[in-house]
C-alpha cells in the first residue's frame, strides 16, 4: 500500500499555468492510499484520474476558461470540506471545483464529490465515477472520507441545484 505524500516536494512543479498543466508531474505529488491492483480504499484509479484530469484540464483552461482565487489555501493533506452550490444543468462547476483543487495549488488535492444516489443507474456513470474518486453523497461516506483525511466535495442542494 502507497503512503500519501504528506511530505511531498513540489519544487519540480512550478507554480504557471503551463507548469500546472504537467498532469503527469501533479500526479507523481497527488496523495493516493493505492493497493497492489492500483485502487484506493474507496475505488480510485491512478490511470483513470489521469485521463479524466486532462479532459477537465480541456474545459477548464480553453472552454470555461476558469479562473481561480485563493488556491494556495488549500491544506496539501488533511481533511478538508468544500461546500459549493450548482448553477444550471449539468454539473460542470463541480468539475471545474475538481480541475481548480488538482492543477492550481502548490500540492495537487483529489477531491471526492458526493453525488446522488440515481448516478449509479446511469450507465457507465458508476464505473467511470468510482475510478474517480467519486463517492454516493450520504453522511456516512462523507463521516469516512473525512475520517481519512480526505478532500470531499458537497453540493448540500444536491439535485434540485442543478435545476436553477
Known sequence: MTAPRADADTTDVPTTSAAADDVDARMRLLSLRENEYGFDPFGASRHDLRQVINISRFFYR???RTECHGAEHIPPTGRVLFIGNHSGQLPFDGVMIGAAAFLEPPVPRLLRAMVEHYVPSLPFASYAFGRWGQIIGTPENCARLLAADEAVL???????GISK
Open 62 to 64: 480553453h472552454y470555461f
Open 154 to 160: 458537497v453540493f448540500p442542494e444536491g439535485a434540485r
